[in-house]
């Protein structure tokens, strides 16, 4: 089955940029997602790409996708401390078969 | 636009014991995914419900089931628990293929197994 890989942490300075990253091992997966999680909340889709597609932006949030190396990765430009938070990517053959999750990564933004 | 919701919060049992976690789903949506998450780990999938059955399951014992009513809400019961079963329970809401490709997710039922 799929397996989703990620870096633990990840700390960054307060205006810098934030690239987290992601690898998959599915190369069926059709939909890749990344989702953000708050301390003692539930998940918020950030952003997902297409299989058939290289990048997308989304005002600060940068995703790029290798499907050759089935690596995915999430830029944040501007990284501000609201931003502190458990990073999960997420991938699926579509978009209602199960989500399966890497274990996050956790950001830390350093004022 | 209401988002999904959860209920309860917070939930604390103890070992041997039943519980009954609820979801409604995103207005408009008639998919609900259960999925746990353990302390430190991403969630992992439990079971989908379309149409009041369930479509597809993971990697769970019989002890956890679930239920789809006709306004699309769900429920999970979980039977015997185990302190293992001490977790957030997730739910996440999506329309079916043609209609979307995202699902959404609620807030989350914190469940304590003593």
């Known amino acids: 089955g799929e397996d989703v890989e990620q870096s633990l942490f990840l700390s960054v300075r307060e205006g810098d940029s934030s690239v987290i990253n992601c690898t998959y091992t599915d190369s069926s997966s059709t939909y890749l997602y990344w989702y953000k999680q708050e301390p003692g909340a539930g998940l918020q889709l950030l952003t997902y790409i297409f299989s058939n597609m290289d990048m997308k932006q989304d005002q600060r949030l940068t995703v790029l996708l290798n499907k050759k190396d089935k690596h995915l990765s999430l830029r944040i430009a501007d990284t501000q401390t609201g931003d502190s938070a458990i990073y999960f990517c997420?991938?699926?053959?579509?978009?209602?078969?199960?989500?399966?999750f890497g274990k996050g990564t956790r950001l830390s933004v350093i004022a | 636009d209401a988002g999904v919701t959860q209920s309860p919060t917070h939930l604390i049992k103890t070992r041997g014991q039943q519980v009954t976690l609820r979801c409604s789903p995103k207005s408009g949506h008639d998919t609900v995914s259960w999925y746990q998450q353990a302390l430190g780990q991403g969630p992992q999938f439990i079971f989908q419900?379309?149409?009041?059955?369930?479509?597809q399951r993971g990697n769970f014992p019989d002890r956890f089931s679930g239920h789809q009513f006709p306004n699309y809400s769900s429920e999970l019961n979980v039977n015997a628990l185990l302190l293992g079963d001490s977790a957030l329970y997730l739910c996440?809401?999506?329309?079916?293929?043609?209609?979307?490709?995202?699902?959404?997710f609620g807030p989350g039922t914190r469940l304590l197994v003593l």
């Open positions: 419900y379309y149409e009041e059955e369930e479509r």
């Open positions: 997420a991938g699926s053959n579509s978009g209602n078969t199960p989500l399966v």
């Open positions: 996440a809401s999506s329309l079916e293929p043609g209609g979307g490709e995202t699902q959404y």
